[in-house]
């Protein structure tokens, strides 16, 4: 007998509003690889252990349970943790969820893109169920891109150029970080990238913020970025210019 296949999950959430279009039901999956500097939920790092083993039927029916609250635009939004490192979890919970008709989004940073094998075959098929993705980009510069996050940028950037490639609709998603990313010629340089692929249906500039501190103390963990404050309304201003936020139409069907 074949053993289902299992996906391990930190938590759900019913209703989220900030995670893809309309309301979502949203599954943030348990293990990352990188150790973003401002991460807030450093307590999904773990691969292989902490969250809970479940099924796609189980996440599928639980989030069936809400659908009447989606409308026409809300579906299912799976976040991390890092969910590309879960391929066969997300292939078969996109599939059954396109089968009922849901509208399925990935929330990624795209540092496990490579197109070696057996990942990109695998990539590929998840794609033929994705509607959309949030794509983070945390810092358009390589070697700041390491200190930010402890891991380079080059595979991320690739992942995005593919994603062009094929014309899936992103939403590209900036962490902006004084004293790492709120650099004006950082910006410019994430804005002229942004303007060479064909398929970014919106670009959001998200402030850093402290409400995830608490988990790294009860971690243990020392938290890399003490000290530094949110950025200040006129500097969150400045990045949307810079990325030019407004020229990006939102969530448009393909």
Known sequence: MTEPIKGRIHSTENFGTVDGPGVRFIVFTQGCRMRCQFCHNPDTWKIGSGGKEVTPDEVLSEALRYR?????KGGITVSGGEPLLQ???LINLFKKAKEQGIHTTIDTCGKPFTREEPFFSQFEELMKYTDLLLFDIKHID????????????ENILEMAKYLSDIQKP????????PERSDYDDYLIRLDDFIKTLNNVDKVEVLPYHVMGKYKWDELGLEYPLEGIKPPTEDRVANAKKLLHVNDYKGYLTR
């Open 68 to 72: 009447s609250y989606w409308g026409e």
């Open 87 to 89: 391929l066969d979890f």
């Open 142 to 153: 390589n070697e700041q891109h390491k200190l930010l996050t402890t891991l380079d940028n």
């Open 170 to 177: 992103v939403w590209i998603r900036h962490v902006l970080v």
